[in-house]
């Protein structure tokens, strides 16, 4: 029978919470450390908008596995103190890194087989905290970039074009605005930016986040990796490139293993048909696919 129990750590002066998922049987076990992305996400990966799921049946599934699992609630989010909109990326990277230090410490877990398994942000933020020389046994990235923030965000601009309303689309066109271009100026803003919180084109933002997210390029911090790694990337994500995978794996240190996943998207949920963002909400009441946690236990058993 799997046991849940709360496990808090402390990073930079912050107490953060989470849970730790312990499966059936004698330990100590392997363990992974879930990783998000981006937003004010619960350990559970949920926002208040939109309830993702992806780190609960992450841990569920790997669990089943013989994996214990830590997931956490982020900075300023559920029972974890600190100011969400005031946390930049890398301090993020630095909660990581006590997270993992907190699940290799607990008896039950076997502190020589860790891994990472990081979702969009979370991917990058296992490629962060990997590079900075920490003991892992292998990293999963689950719609992992592999180029800097900036790219990714103009892409991303170009890629969701055809999914806006038709009346945003209307307008764009009557106004002869290029939304790519405009992207790019909003990031220019930013990166002159010098607080923690901005005001750019009428919304308040994490400009600390954003800067260091714009700059960062996980390729060199990649290439510092020799832990191996899985690489899983769905062909109808609308916010991470497939082609990265490829990158990804001319970048890394140590061996890679890609694949790009028929019908999955962004979210890690299977989606026929044309590739939408306003399906995510039927979308996340199903499970995560099978494609994706079928393929993560089996690596991570295959190495652990």
Same mark, same amino acid.
């Given at each position: 029978?799997?046991?849940?129990?709360?496990?808090?750590?402390?990073?930079?002066?912050?107490? #953060?919470? &989470? /849970?730790?998922?312990?499966? %059936?049987?004698?330990?100590?076990?392997?363990? =992974?450390? $879930? *990783? @998000?992305?981006?937003?004010?996400?619960?350990?559970?990966?949920?926002?208040?908008?939109?309830?993702?799921?992806?780190?609960?049946?992450?841990?569920?599934?790997?669990?089943?596995?013989?994996?214990?699992?830590?997931?956490?609630?982020?900075?300023?989010?559920?029972?974890?103190?600190?100011?969400?909109?005031?946390?930049?990326?890398?301090?993020?990277?630095?909660?990581?890194?006590?997270?993992?230090?907190?699940?290799?410490?607990?008896?039950?877990?076997?502190?020589?087989?860790?891994?990472?398994?990081?979702?969009?942000?979370?991917?990058?933020?296992?490629?962060?905290?990997?590079?900075?020389?920490?003991?892992?046994?292998?990293?999963?990235? #689950?719609? &992992? /970039?592999?180029?800097?923030? %900036?790219?990714?965000?103009?892409?991303?601009? =170009?890629? $969701? *074009? @055809?999914?806006?309303?038709?009346?945003?689309?209307?307008?764009?066109?009557?106004?002869?605005?290029?939304?790519?271009?405009?992207?790019?100026?909003?990031?220019?803003?930013?990166?002159?930016?010098?607080?923690?919180?901005?005001?750019?084109?009428?919304?308040?933002?994490?400009?600390?986040?954003?800067?260091?997210?714009?700059?960062?390029?996980?390729?060199?911090?990649?290439?510092?990796?020799?832990?191996?790694?899985?690489?899983?990337?769905?062909?109808?994500?609308?916010?991470?490139?497939?082609?990265?995978?490829?990158?990804?794996?001319?970048?890394?240190?140590?061996?890679?293993?890609?694949?790009?996943?028929?019908?999955?998207?962004?979210? #890690?949920?299977?989606?026929?048909?044309?590739?939408?963002?306003?399906?995510?909400?039927?979308?996340?009441?199903?499970?995560?696919?099978?494609?994706?946690?079928?393929?993560?236990?089996?690596?991570?058993?295959?190495?652990?």
């Amino acid at each position: 029978m799997t046991i849940e129990r709360e496990l808090s750590f402390t990073s930079a002066g912050h107490r #953060l919470v &989470g /849970t730790l998922t312990l499966p %059936a049987g004698a330990g100590p076990r392997p363990g =992974a450390l $879930l *990783l @998000p992305g981006s937003g004010p996400l619960n350990r559970d990966g949920d926002h208040r908008r939109l309830p993702l799921g992806i780190q609960r049946d992450l841990a569920a599934a790997l669990a089943d596995a013989g994996v214990a699992t830590l997931r956490y609630d982020r900075r300023g989010v559920g029972d974890s103190s600190g100011r969400f909109p005031r946390t930049g990326f890398h301090e993020n990277v630095d909660d990581a890194q006590a997270a993992l230090a907190a699940l290799g410490a607990d008896p039950a877990v076997d502190a020589g087989k860790l891994f990472l398994v990081g979702h969009s942000e979370g991917a990058l933020t296992a490629t962060a905290m990997a590079a900075r020389g920490v003991a892992l046994a292998g990293m999963v990235l #689950l719609a &992992g /970039t592999g180029r800097p923030g %900036a790219e990714v965000l103009r892409w991303q601009a =170009a890629r $969701l *074009l @055809p999914d806006l309303p038709a009346p945003v689309r209307l307008l764009l066109r009557l106004t002869r605005t290029d939304l790519v271009a405009k992207v790019a100026r909003n990031h220019e803003k930013i990166l002159a930016t010098t607080g923690d919180v901005a005001w750019v084109g009428g919304q308040r933002l994490n400009a600390r986040w954003m800067r260091e997210f714009l700059r960062y390029d996980p390729r060199p911090d990649l290439a510092r990796v020799t832990a191996p790694i899985l690489a899983l990337t769905g062909d109808k994500d609308l916010q991470t490139d497939p082609v990265d995978l490829p990158v990804i794996a001319a970048s890394a240190g140590g061996p890679v293993q890609t694949r790009v996943l028929p019908d999955v998207t962004h979210v #890690l949920r299977r989606q026929p048909g044309a590739p939408s963002l306003r399906a995510y909400r039927r979308e996340v009441t199903n499970p995560v696919d099978a494609s994706v946690t079928g393929a993560v236990v089996s690596w991570i058993a295959s190495l652990g």
